[in-house]
């Protein structure tokens, strides 16, 4: 039948510690809602046949198992997902049917604690196993049961057996017999007579696991965990057997699988983990189609290897399960969502799915059984790694005698050690060092007391001291070795829970002596502890990010999203840094925050991301790698660097060199430059500072913004107007000159270098460049752009008002192609200046625009004439009208009315005269009014430079700076509260003494 179910949902610790919020909700058992944070209205619903809830209403038992904390609580445990599924699992095993348990999903959403569980609470594997041996006890004696067990690694389309110690080159062989199909050559498929032995099986092989992880070339989040269990039952009497094969398939981190660990990238990841799980899901929607009676042609197993190892196990007379584990969290969302699409992919198929989701919100991070073995063992151990093959006919020979354990056990009380640290919180603590009395080295010499695999580890790297009642470690040479966060060169002192990471990312905790240990939670040192110590002690933090909205308090989800990807990227950068270094490539990479301290032309933050700054030591070359292109190039970095560690050539074509890119342009710096001076018809002169990724200072720009004539006359002070409204409707024209750029630290780094610099204003299509300018540290620029409105709208005047033209810095590199900008896209007018603010004009007349700019100088050149004209009439008309009044004055003689009328007209030319000098007057004092405003804006912009200074400040990493800075913050804000302060008292002692002269003139006039 049909059924697809869907999971519990839990809040990892970590997102919720650093302000995650939970954004999946169930109403049911059937139905999964995820919100999107961006936009909480907007919500996506999926129908599934179950889903399980453990984000909340859960406690403990005495047995330490999660249970629900009331009868009103919807909370799912382990033993609810056991009775669903594990029951079916074991039912279609005795039935004859081959079975497969498939767990998918984001790297550490919780696949490993529902496939094998935590602590008391037991997971679906050893469940089943448990329960498979319970019931074989109960069941006929007259019938025979054999059970097998095998567990094998997928890593790069290589084949890992976990329960053999050699390790083969290429990995094993995946061949196909006719009767068998696709089997793995060479694999050890051990007898188990209780479930006792599949336990230690698997812990044996959780140990090879996880010393091949702490190699780095097989991290567990990236490969694929099969577990097979092969049943057979033989009925004697009836001549009949039934076999099925029980398959435990932990897939790789679902991340893998989109599309963006290699976007923009001219290499393609090379890993081939994402094919394998998109092409599981392609047999599997193939399989459904036919099951549904439509026509497939080709059911697609010999694509990958895991779909051929799965073919009987998903094909023919099988039943499948698949677990989608999710995470809930905000800064998840698009991994969440993309993995409730993959499950419901299979809504209509005959696929059985389950969502399951990561820890419970207050349970403590995970830390699996602990298999522990000696060292005093490792020749028992490599007895066992070469003799599998008789283990397969003797299988008590795997046990480990209790002797054994009861020596470990002493140890454990009586020296300190060493426990490992995983990614995976199932690898956690399967390996252990004890530091026994006097001195021991750790490295990769099988000749030390303490043996590490692991990039960055030397032949001896450290030395433990266990004298006196204290433990010490001393790294040797240059070997790195971090101490709670904390590179250390010399002698350090080991405190009980101090935290080791050796070479790039072999992370350890430190367990001091019995009297130093007390009743500690063990498993909050986890490996996300150690990532966020190691960020802490290099200065990073939610807070420097600025993770907190100033608005409301809370945190942001997108910066904590940032702050999570760069906690991720420290150990890939360290280790990929390590790799470059052993295969000699040159390279060093740091993590940068695209955007930290950068904001748009209105002055709000930019998206914040995380980037990969790479420089090439000897040629000083730099490339900026986004977050998934580094992790794709990191991919194929470590394939090239397992061919060097297994002897093949690890010389490959330049074009195919994961550590080697074509010479690109840099993005340097950005300044901003506000326009609200253009909105008056004001010059600006400025040198404003170009402000890196990390908010420091990258270079200085000089830069003139000036308002102007058609023809490029600047304009006077009598052109400023005191409100942007008399701009509205009317043509304004205004030039951009860049003149130089000042102290460029991108040049003084090398000489070889150039820059280039480039904008874009208001609705501008295409950014403006300037022109390269090479080998100069201050490069003089010099370059005039004229820009035309002919109609200002009131939205580019308010554009002018409230935004920054931005203008970003570029670093060139010899051999990079120099940026550019085609012209043929942008309008001009007749003159060839650039016109912006042409929302209103409508493209299809855009070849028009020459001749209608023509059409309109023509018309304002005659309505000029016209006006010149008009002026000479009406000075004419008033001579000859005074000229008509004294020649009918001398006629009249001196009759009364004449009189009269000759006094009138004297008094004309006066009145005209007191009009005109209180006309003059008035255009005198706007004069006035219009300097006043210009000078009290040009001071408001040097205010606003010094508190875009203050924003942009960083208070220093050292205590003993603090206080100079903390003094120069505080002068700063004097002083620019001073000149604010200074600003709006002249201007209103200026507008005082014209309003003051003003009426003065009126009473005068009166």
């Known amino acids: 039948s049909a059924r697809c179910n869907q999971g519990r949902v839990s809040v990892p610790c970590r997102e919720k510690n650093s302000g995650s919020k939970c954004v999946i909700s169930m109403h049911s058992r059937t139905t999964t809602i995820i919100q999107d944070p961006k936009n909480p209205g907007h919500t996506k619903t999926f129908t599934f046949d179950l889903a399980y809830w453990s984000h909340s209403g859960f406690q403990k038992d ?20 056991f009775h669903d599924l594990g029951r079916g699992i074991l039912d279609s095993a005795w039935q004859g049917y081959n079975t497969t348990l498939l767990a998918y999903g984001q790297t550490g959403s919780g696949k490993s604690y529902s496939m094998i569980g935590f602590g008391a609470n037991k997971g679906i594997i050893p469940n089943v196993c448990e329960e498979l041996f319970q019931a074989i006890e109960n069941r006929d004696k007259n019938q025979e049961y054999q059970v097998t067990f095998s567990m094998l690694e997928i890593y790069n389309e290589q084949v890992r057996d976990l329960l053999s110690r050699i390790k083969k080159p290429g990995g094993l062989k995946v061949r196909e017999d006719q009767q068998l199909g696709f089997y793995v050559d060479g694999l050890q498929s051990v007898p188990c007579e209780n479930y006792a ?9 959780a140990k090879i696991r996880t010393t091949a992880s702490t190699n780095m070339n097989a991290s567990s989040s990236r490969s ?15 001549g009949l057997t039934k076999q099925s094969s029980i398959n435990l398939v932990d897939l790789a981190g679902s991340e893998r699988q989109k599309s963006s660990g290699s976007e923009g990238d001219r290499l393609r990841e090379g890993s081939r983990v994402n094919l394998s799980l998109t092409n599981l899901g392609n047999v599997i929607s193939a399989l459904a189609d036919a099951a549904m009676g439509k026509k497939v042609l080709h059911v697609p197993y010999r694509d990958s290897v895991l779909t051929k190892l799965l073919q009987s196990a998903l094909g ?107 990614e995976d919180p199932q690898l956690t603590g399967v390996l252990k060092h004890f530091i026994q009395a006097g001195s021991c ?10 043996t590490l695999q692991g990039l960055g580890i030397s032949e001896k790297h450290a030395s433990f001291t266990n004298s006196g009642g204290k433990v010490t470690v001393t790294p040797y040479g240059k070997c790195k070795v971090i101490v709670n966060g904390v590179p250390i060169t010399t002698k350090t002192k080991l405190q009980h829970l101090d935290r080791i990471i050796l070479g790039s990312n072999s992370a350890y905790l430190y367990i001091g002596f019995p009297s130093e240990r007390g009743s500690e939670d063990l498993s909050r040192f986890d490996y996300d502890f150690f990532q966020l110590e190691r ?4 200065g990073v933090s939610t807070d420097k990010l600025g993770a907190v909205n100033s608005g409301d308090g809370k945190a942001d989800p997108s910066v904590l999203a940032v702050f999570q990807d760069y906690v991720k990227l420290m150990p890939l950068v360290a280790e990929a840094n390590q790799m470059s270094e052993e295969l000699k490539k040159g390279l060093n990479m740091e993590l ?9 032309s209105r002055g709000c933050d930019l998206q914040k991301e995380v980037t990969v700054k790479v420089t090439h030591q000897r040629t000083h070359q730099v490339w900026i790698w986004s977050k998934a292109k580094f992790i794709n190039r990191k991919f194929l970095m470590e394939e090239l660097y397992q061919r060097f560690l297994d002897g093949e050539d690890s010389q490959v074509a330049q074009e195919d060199d994961p550590f080697w890119d074509p010479v690109e342009v840099v993005h340097l710096g950005s300044a901003h430059i506000w326009l609200q001076s253009l909105a008056y018809c004001m010059k600006f002169e400025e040198q404003v500072e170009f402000l890196n990724c990390d908010g420091l200072e990258e270079a200085v720009l000089h830069i003139h913004i000036k308002p102007c004539s058609p023809t490029g006359q600047a304009r006077g002070e009598e052109d400023v107007v005191t409100d942007p409204v008399d701009l509205l409707g009317k043509r304004m024209d205004f030039q951009i000159r860049l003149v130089q750029c000042l102290g460029t630290k991108w040049l003084k780094e090398d000489a070889e270098r150039g820059v280039q610099m480039g904008y874009r204003i208001y609705d501008l299509p295409n950014t403006l460049y ?20 002919l109609n200002a709208s009131q939205e580019f005047l308010n554009y002018l008002q409230t935004n920054a033209l931005i203008v970003d810095l570029w670093g060139l590199q010899e051999g990079c192609a120099e940026l550019s900008c085609s012209r043929l896209d942008l309008m001009v007018t007749g003159e060839g200046h650039i016109l912006v603010d042409t929302k209103k004009i409508s493209t299809s007349t855009s070849n028009q625009i020459p001749e209608l700019y023509l059409k309109l100088l023509k018309l304002e050149q005659e309505t000029e004439l016209l006006r010149n004209i008009n002026r000479v009439l009406r000075e004419e008309n008033v001579l000859l009208k005074e000229s008509i009044e004294r020649t009918s004055s001398s006629q009249q003689g001196e009759r009364p009315t004449g009189a009269s009328i000759t006094r009138m007209t004297a008094q004309g030319p006066l009145a005209r005269d007191i009009n005109q000098i209180c006309t003059t007057q008035q255009v005198s004092y706007d004069r006035e009014f219009a300097r006043a405003l210009k000078v009290f804006y040009q001071s408001i912009n040097v205010a606003r430079g010094q508190f875009l200074k203050l924003r942009h400040y960083k208070p220093p990493e050292d205590d003993q700076m603090l206080r100079p800075f903390v003094h120069q913050q505080s002068q700063m804000l004097k002083d620019f509260g001073d000149l604010l302060e200074s600003s709006l008292w002249k201007l209103k002692n200026d507008v005082a003494l014209i309003v003051k002269q003003k009426k003065e003139c009126l009473l005068h006039a009166e």
């Open 197 to 205: 032995q599949i336990e230690r099986l698997m812990e044996q092989g």
């Open 224 to 238: 694929h965990m099969v577990i097979t269990i092969q049943f057979k039952q033989v009925f004697p009497d009836r």
């Open 316 to 422: 023919g007379n099988s039943r499948t399960t698949l677990i989608a584990a999710i995470s809930p969290a905000d800064i998840c969302y698009e991994e969440t969502l993309s993995t409730l699409r993959y499950a419901e992919r299979y809504d209509y198929e005959y696929l059985l799915s389950i969502v399951v989701l990561k820890r419970a919100m207050s349970q403590p991070h995970f830390a699996i059984s602990i298999f522990w073995v000696m060292r005093s063992l490792e020749d028992w151990e490599q007895w066992i790694g070469r003799n599998f093959a008789l283990c397969a006919v003797l299988p008590r020979l795997v046990r480990i005698p209790s002797l054994f354990l009861l020596q470990e056990q002493q140890m454990i009380k009586t020296f300190p050690h060493l426990l490992n640290v995983n």
């Open 770 to 789: 300037t022109k390269p300018v090479w080998k100069i540290v201050n490069p003089q620029i010099d370059e005039t752009v004229q820009f035309t409105t």
């Open 441 to 450: 080295d750790a490295g990769k010499a099988a000749s030390n007391a303490i």
């Open 62 to 81: 005495k047995d330490g198992v999660f249970i629900s904390a009331d009868r009103g609580s919807k909370f799912a445990g382990q033993k609810e997902v």
């Open 592 to 600: 940068k925050v695209k955007n930290l301290a950068s904001s748009d």
């Open 535 to 538: 960020a802490a002690a290099e």
